[in-house]
């Protein structure tokens, strides 16, 4: 099971105890995958369809206990993808499905039907406890979440432009920095920072799913944390390794063209030094000379070095010259 399967599995099995975010979140449902049949003689059903079972399971639990409906679900294999079931829930009732558009807002008292189902009212979600459910309802029929052991991707796709802003408006209510970018015929609502995934979980109340992703966090931080400091020690380790070997070279220059015996006692210890213990740090160099030099002195006396041999060098080239 996916990741966000199993965060859909567990949103499947909340229920509010307050019947206004029952609603909403029926609402929610009803947005993204409800439609409303009328017949010739104006009797109406309201149905659901989705492809995932706990989509189905969730709205048929909250119809049922928000206004004691018991609807009837229909199963069949997905046409087109063969291993996969549809799933239809409908309430054929006219005056059931009367009592679930009105609370929903999605009919008028005077029975009069919203032209688009995709945006809800604002009156069904006033409290900040009835937008949880309506997030959390609208994740659990549209959403989906990146594997986060390879990235961190939240998104709701949306039928229109209308609906992803709602979408996108509410959840920046929550301090959540949501984006809509346009896909084919659709427009998705993103998150990409880890941390901002974790807090809509807890917000749509998916506690142990937060706890997974937080553990795979903490993982996946601790992991480059110490990648990073490997790849610094490494660097650290072959800028030490570089400046040894140019050090021995400009020691091995002067000792070929002039030979040490030109240097003071302090640089000719220096440099027979570093010949003899050319992994050695500036440290260790230092502790083995007498007396010992701290790391700057031994820095200093091996950058003297340096510019000896480089003098020795251009003295050579304006003499070939």
Known sequence: MSFSSKVKEELSRQISTARHCQIAEIAAILSVCGQVSISSNDHFRV???????SVARKYFTLIEKTFNIEAVIHVRKNVYLKK??????EVSSH?????????????SPEQEIADDLSVMSRLVIQKECCKRAFLRGTFLAAGSI???EKGYHLEIVC????????????MREFELDARIVARKKSQVVYLKEGSQIVEFLGLVEAGISLMDLENIRI??????????????????????????????EDIRYIETHVGFSQLTEELEETAVCRLRYPEATLKE???MMSPPVGKSGVNHRLRKLGRIAD???ENKEDYND
Do not use: W
């Open 219 to 248: 993982r996946k931080e601790i992991s480059n944390n110490i990648n990073r400091k490997v790849n610094c020690e490494t660097a650290n380790i072959g800028k030490t390794v570089s400046a040894a070997v140019k050090q021995i």
């Open 146 to 148: 990146s594997d986060p």
């Open 285 to 287: 160099l230092g502790e």
């Open 159 to 170: 039928s229109t432009q209308e609906r992803a802003e709602q979408i996108q408006s509410i």
């Open 311 to 313: 003098e020795l060098r």
């Open 84 to 89: 996969s079931n549809v799933y239809r829930v």
């Open 95 to 107: 005056e059931d499905t009367v009592r679930i558009l009105q609370a929903t807002k999605f009919m």
């Open 47 to 53: 149905i659901v369809h989705t492809e995932n079972v």
